[in-house]
Nanobody
């Protein structure tokens, strides 16, 4: 079973950027598709971006054009670069591992990280 640890969250102003990282251990990172999700207070968890075992990424409408997901299999790490942040992006962001991007978009996840808080002030 893979273990995931997120980092990089924090408090920023609207329009600024953040890069989240998710470090994996305990299993073969390269065999997993990876995803980022978020959950705002009082709202269900939603997917934000997913990436295949290679470099193919997909984005939710809310992230398209502003967020970029990438992975470094040599470092067992997946990243989420978030630009032009908005107050609506405020949430706890979770990293997840799954069998494919299709499964991840359906929130069929093999492992979750513990989450990292992102707060965007207006």
């Amino acid at each position: 079973q893979v273990q995931l640890v997120e980092s990089g969250g924090g408090l920023v102003q609207a329009g600024e950027s953040l890069r989240l990282s998710c470090a994996a251990s305990g299993s073969t990172f390269s065999q997993y598709a990876m995803g980022w999700y978020r959950q705002a207070p009082g709202k269900p968890r939603e997917w934000v971006a997913v990436i295949s075992r290679g470099t193919s990424g997909a984005y939710a409408d809310s992230a398209e054009g502003r967020f970029t997901i990438s992975r470094d299999n040599a470092k067992n790490t997946v990243y989420l670069q978030m630009d032009s942040l908005k107050p609506d992006d405020t949430a706890v962001y979770y990293c997840a591992a799954g069998r494919s991007t299709v499964e991840l978009v359906r929130t069929r996840v093999d492992a979750w990280g513990q989450g990292t808080q992102v707060t965007v002030a207006s």
